[in-house]
């Protein structure tokens, strides 16, 4: 479904992405991992068309979206929540999660059933509508993020660590929506630090190191990798760039076990 081939970007000092290799099949969730500045969001930016890719190539159904306007990238079905959340405080829930509907403004009809559609997956939207968006929680207002990006139907969602900062309580409703998009067949392409919640999720894994796919498999030969498992799931779980910052090791007994709901 997506397929990124040879993608080369930056922010103009040099390259961030080197040579980027990825493809997510429909109806997956892949969980993209690596080191803080392995260049995991600037991926995602370069699908959504925030970031032209410099070199490369990358297709949705086989058609070349590199370098296409985000908007027309929305349009065909690619819906990214960001890493820097962005939420407007000062408005209701409701019309924050209406905003994700903007190129659907005029079909009032395909407006209202979207919204409805929503409200179903995501109850926190129909029963904290009026409130604030100020006023939620840190996972209420994750999942009021992504129910924003469902109002256009997506076929592929690109998550930017929607764990960060969450506490165990939103670490399980980040966890339980993400599998619920899983079920619903939508193909999700997530961002992960906390590597074992986002690898318990997903059915692949790629870990990035210094803008390039280092390693691509099903979640669990990622999780099993040896390598893998000493870096990012065992002795160096310490060093904060590795794990949620929401969780420091020495507060819990498992900096990473995905929550059960
Ligand atoms: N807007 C920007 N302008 C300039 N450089 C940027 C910008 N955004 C990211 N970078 C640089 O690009 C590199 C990769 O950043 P990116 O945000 O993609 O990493 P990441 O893997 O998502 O890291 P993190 O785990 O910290 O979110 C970093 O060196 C970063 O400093
Ligand atoms: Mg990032």
């Not at 490369?56 to 370098?67: A, C, S, V």
């Not at 924050?96 to 979207?114: F, P, Q, S, T, W």
């Not at 029963?127 to 129910?147: C, F, K, P």
Request: hydrophobic share 40%.
């Amino acid at each position: 479904m997506l397929q990124l081939k040879a993608v080369v970007a930056g922010y103009g000092g040099g390259s961030v992405l080197r040579g980027v290799d990825l493809e997510c099949a429909e109806r997956t969730i892949t969980c993209l991992v690596g080191p803080n500045g392995a260049g995991k969001s600037t991926v995602l930016r370069v699908i959504s068309g925030l970031l032209v890719p410099t070199e490369g190539e990358i297709r949705m159904d086989g058609e070349p979206i590199g370098g296409r306007a985000p908007d027309e990238i929305l349009r065909r079905g690619i819906a990214q929540v960001p890493q820097s959340h962005a939420l407007f405080p000062a408005m209701s829930v409701q019309e924050n999660v209406l905003m994700g509907g903007y190129l659907i403004r005029r079909d009032k009809k395909l407006l209202r059933e979207r919204l409805d559609q929503v409200k179903q997956r995501l109850p926190i939207v129909a029963e904290r509508a009026r409130d604030h968006a100020g006023n939620l929680s840190g996972g209420q207002r994750r999942m009021v993020e992504i129910a924003r990006c469902l109002m256009l139907d997506p076929r592929l969602v690109l998550l930017d660590e929607p764990s960060l900062g969450l506490d165990p309580r939103g670490l399980a409703g980040v966890a339980e929506v993400v599998q619920d998009l899983g079920r619903a067949g939508t193909t999700v392409l997530l961002v992960e630090q906390n590597v074992r919640l986002g690898l318990g999720l997903a059915t692949h894994g790629v870990v990035m190191e210094g803008g390039k796919v280092r390693l691509t498999g099903t979640a669990a030969a990622v999780r099993d990798n040896p390598e893998i498992a000493s870096l990012y799931l065992g002795g160096k779980v310490g060093d904060p760039s590795w794990t949620s910052e929401s969780r420091p090791p020495s507060s819990t007994g498992d900096p990473g076990s995905p929550p059960t709901a």
